[in-house]
């Protein structure tokens, strides 16, 4: 079960830097969505996985009897998917912003921040 | 129940001992500016208001932060640990002398930045949300520095990125756009890569609480395996890119000088700090045989952010796109600091940390003031300041001379002890490094104070014969109101102090230092005398 996880998460891990790699940015945000998905599975992967084995202390005991399902990675990851799912849907509008303001939505040239033939500063007083 | 016949020993798991009052200060700073952001957020029409509220929160966390230092500096680490579960269950937050210190330089600055914005920023800007944005920038800026927990700091992280998208694009101009996409879209990725980090250090350790995981790989025979080597790797990304380290440093001068300048202010102050803390905590304390492994790497990373910083802020003439390289320039001295890793060298880069964050925060604030008093940030267009203030000639004078470390003023005392400790330990490269770096960083500022200051009227015109720049405003009313030149005037004069009465300053980042290299303090506070 790990393995084909781990796989997976190689895989997406993959996909989101090849996306990430390009030059259009709607293209970059689905890299960054992806990736944060692969993170997300690395987390619950290295929580151990565990199917169908809830968590639950029987009352009599402190401590479960049998290895359970561990629960603080489901904890992490939702921080984790929440945190990624705001950060995505912002940087979404930013991104359509900068389309509606700019033109472009190609990094290559969007350049009014660092202009392409900014003049050297004086060279002499 | 079922249960009820079951007796529950609290004390295995719990602190039974009510929280001392004084440690509530712990997460004081975190809680004060959260509930100021949200008032400043329900009062967003009533833009007067904003200012004040926001400038009294700032207040209280100035004050808050200071209780916490003194009471660190009394009692040692101080340790408070959520819903009183006992370490490492409950999330901790951990104060050492080095938290409680850039917390509170960080808080002074925070303050100056909401006086200075009581003047420059209009109200349709407050009514965008520039205090309750500021507010929470802060709330994740202390808890980045407060946490104990390292999950935990990736949160904190994540609250200061996502009040910093908000800052940044106050006003909705083009340029701030095009910045904004730049800035969001690295630093979401550098967070990513601390996230992975983070995901397989507890795949390792199962724990999250940074001073669980100081023990246990203090604990491991063989410090430098695959995994954890990778972890370190990784850290290593992702608070590289924070800090705008060479060679993920492009995001910052394509972004820093688009914002109001009192943002970019804030900014270069805090930001790529938070960055820096967090290398010095996770490497230092957390991975200290990593950072062994790694020194080489990090010796050359500062090497070369070093040079990039100096050489790119010769290369400008917008007068914040070359401060955007002297705040990188200055990360290259903290990280040689953490290349070299002794006591004497992390003082240093605290030191450096504490002077960098008001120095930068001022130089920002003061270009601020030559775009009002000249009408442009280019050197090309300005001229004749000194005509109009000699004052304010003479408060950039000081600043220059600080940012490039020269004496007698806060950044000279950081620069000698890096330096040293850099030729102490063979790294002849590295010392030389910072030396050459200080040198330019010498020319680009005696630069603007030549063409800015000195020289008569903007280039083109008789020397001596200042022109009105058509288009330019006067300024007068913004130059007039107090609220510019107090947070100036604080924060350089905390550079002269740190520069000619150094002691306090110096036995503090000592103490924060000797703190993160032998942590026995922090992990008694964490988990008892054991």
Same mark, same amino acid.
């Given at each position: 079960?790990? /393995?084909?996880?781990?796989?997976?998460?190689?895989?997406?891990?993959?996909?989101?830097?090849?996306?990430?790699?390009?030059?259009?940015?709607?293209?970059?945000?689905?890299?960054?969505?992806?990736?944060?998905?692969?993170?997300?599975?690395?987390?619950? /992967?290295?929580?151990?996985?565990?199917?169908?084995?809830?968590?639950?202390?029987?009352?009599?005991?402190?401590?479960?009897?049998?290895?359970?399902?561990?629960?603080?990675?489901?904890?992490?990851?939702?921080?984790?998917?929440?945190?990624?799912?705001?950060?995505?849907?912002?940087?979404?509008?930013?991104?359509?912003?900068?389309?509606?303001?700019?033109?472009?939505?190609?990094?290559?040239?969007?350049?009014?921040?660092?202009?392409?033939?900014?003049?050297?500063?004086?060279?002499?007083? | 129940?079922?249960?009820?016949?079951?007796?529950?020993?609290?004390?295995?798991?719990?602190?039974?001992?009510?929280?001392?009052?004084?440690?509530?200060?712990?997460?004081?700073?975190?809680?004060?500016?959260?509930?100021?952001?949200?008032?400043?957020?329900?009062?967003?029409?009533?833009?007067?208001?904003?200012?004040?509220?926001?400038?009294?929160?700032?207040?209280?966390?100035?004050?808050?932060?200071?209780?916490?230092? &003194?009471?660190?500096?009394?009692?040692?680490?101080?340790?408070?640990?959520?819903?009183?579960?006992?370490?490492?269950?409950?999330?901790?937050?951990?104060?050492?002398?080095?938290?409680?210190?850039?917390?509170?330089?960080?808080?002074?600055?925070?303050?100056?930045?909401?006086?200075?914005?009581?003047?420059?920023?209009?109200?349709?800007?407050?009514r965008y949300g520039f205090y309750p944005f500021l507010l929470l920038l802060m709330t994740g800026v202390s808890g980045a520095f407060l946490t104990g927990d390292i999950f935990n700091l990736y949160v904190w992280f994540e609250v200061l990125l996502i009040a910093s998208y908000g800052l940044l694009i106050l006003g909705n101009d083009r340029m701030q756009l095009d910045g904004a996409v730049k800035y969001g879209v690295l630093n979401l990725i550098g967070t990513n890569f601390f996230l992975i980090a983070t995901g397989l250090l507890y795949g390792i350790f199962g724990t999250l609480n940074m001073a669980d995981i100081a023990i246990k790989v203090a604990a491991l025979n063989e410090p430098a395996s695959g995994t954890l080597a990778t972890v370190a790797a990784l850290y290593f990304l992702a608070f590289a890119m924070k800090a705008a380290a060479f060679p993920v440093n492009f995001w910052l001068p394509a972004s820093y000088h688009t914002p109001n300048i009192v943002v970019s202010a804030v900014f270069a102050g805090l930001l790529t700090k938070v960055g820096v803390y967090a290398l010095i905590r996770v490497f230092v304390m957390i991975l200290p045989a990593s950072?062994?492994?790694?020194?080489?790497?990090?010796?050359?990373?500062?090497?070369?952010?070093?040079?990039?910083?100096?050489?790119?802020?010769?290369?400008?003439?917008?007068?914040?796109?070359?401060?955007?390289?002297?705040?990188?320039?200055?990360?290259?001295?903290?990280?040689?600091?953490?290349?070299?890793?002794?006591?004497?060298?992390?003082?240093?880069?605290?030191?450096?940390?504490?002077?960098?964050?008001?120095?930068?925060?001022?130089?920002?604030?003061?270009?601020?003031?030559?775009?009002?008093?000249?009408?442009?940030?280019?050197?090309?267009?300005?001229?004749?300041?000194?005509?109009?203030?000699?004052?304010?000639?003479?408060?950039?004078?000081?600043?220059?001379?600080?940012?490039?470390?020269?004496?007698?003023?806060?950044?000279?005392?950081?620069?000698?002890?890096?330096?040293?400790?850099?030729?102490?330990?063979?790294?002849?490269?590295?010392?030389?490094?910072?030396?050459?770096?200080?040198?330019?960083?010498?020319?680009?500022?005696?630069?603007?104070? &030549?063409?800015?200051?000195?020289?008569?009227?903007?280039?083109?015109?008789?020397?001596?014969?200042?022109?009105?720049?058509?288009?330019?405003?006067?300024?007068?009313?913004?130059?007039?109101?107090?609220?510019?030149?107090?947070?100036?005037?604080?924060?350089?004069?905390?550079?002269?102090?740190?520069?000619?009465?150094?002691?306090?300053?110096?036995?503090?980042?000592?103490?924060?230092?000797?703190?993160?290299?032998?942590?026995?303090?922090?992990?008694?506070?964490?988990?008892?005398?054991?």
């Open positions: 079960m790990e /393995t084909i996880v781990v796989y997976l998460i190689g895989l997406f891990f993959a996909v989101a830097v090849y996306l990430m790699m390009s030059r259009q940015i709607v293209r970059m945000l689905l890299g960054v969505a992806i990736l944060g998905n692969a993170v997300n599975m690395l987390i619950f /992967t290295n929580g151990r996985l565990t199917r169908e084995v809830p968590p639950l202390i029987p009352s009599h005991l402190y401590t479960p009897e049998v290895a359970t399902a561990n629960p603080l990675p489901q904890a992490l990851v939702l921080t984790a998917i929440v945190i990624s799912f705001s950060f995505f849907a912002f940087l979404l509008v930013l991104a359509f912003r900068a389309y509606q303001e700019l033109g472009t939505d190609e990094v290559d040239e969007m350049r009014l921040a660092e202009p392409e033939n900014d003049q050297s500063p004086p060279q002499g007083y | 129940m079922a249960g009820s016949s079951v007796s529950v020993d609290y004390a295995l798991a719990m602190a039974t001992e009510p929280v001392a009052a004084g440690d509530f200060f712990v997460v004081a700073p975190s809680l004060i500016t959260l509930l100021g952001g949200s008032l400043c957020l329900m009062l967003r029409k009533h833009t007067d208001w904003q200012a004040r509220l926001g400038i009294g929160f700032l207040t209280l966390l100035v004050l808050a932060n200071a209780g916490l230092l &003194i009471r660190v500096l009394d009692h040692g680490v101080i340790t408070m640990v959520m819903g009183s579960w006992l370490p490492p269950f409950g999330i901790a937050f951990s104060v050492d002398a080095l938290s409680a210190t850039m917390s509170f330089v960080g808080s002074i600055v925070a303050f100056c930045a909401g006086l200075y914005g009581a003047a420059s920023i209009d109200s349709t800007g407050r950072r062994g492994y790694m020194s080489d790497l990090i010796a050359l990373v500062a090497i070369l952010t070093l040079l990039t910083g100096a050489f790119g802020a010769l290369a400008q003439s917008e007068l914040r796109r070359m401060l955007g390289y002297l705040v990188i320039a200055g990360i290259g001295s903290m990280l040689a600091g953490v290349a070299v890793g002794s006591t004497l060298s992390i003082s240093g880069a605290i030191f450096y940390a504490v002077h960098s964050i008001i120095v930068m925060t001022a130089l920002y604030m003061a270009s601020g003031i030559i775009n009002l008093m000249g009408g442009s940030y280019d050197l090309r267009a300005i001229g004749g300041l000194y005509q109009k203030s000699a004052a304010f000639a003479a408060v950039f004078l000081v600043l220059g001379f600080a940012v490039s470390g020269l004496p007698p003023f806060s950044g000279f005392w950081p620069k000698v002890i890096l330096v040293d400790a850099a030729f102490s330990d063979g790294r002849s490269w590295l010392g030389a490094a910072i030396l050459f770096s200080g040198f330019l960083t010498t020319l680009a500022m005696g630069r603007v104070w &030549i063409f800015a200051f000195w020289r008569g009227g903007p280039e083109g015109t008789a020397d001596g014969q200042a022109v009105a720049v058509p288009g330019a405003p006067d300024g007068g009313t913004a130059l007039a109101s107090s609220a510019l030149w107090l947070p100036l005037g604080i924060l350089t004069a905390l550079i002269v102090y740190f520069g000619l009465q150094p002691e306090w300053m110096l036995e503090l980042s000592t103490r924060g230092a000797s703190g993160v290299v032998e942590p026995f303090g922090y992990l008694r506070s964490v988990f008892g005398d054991q």
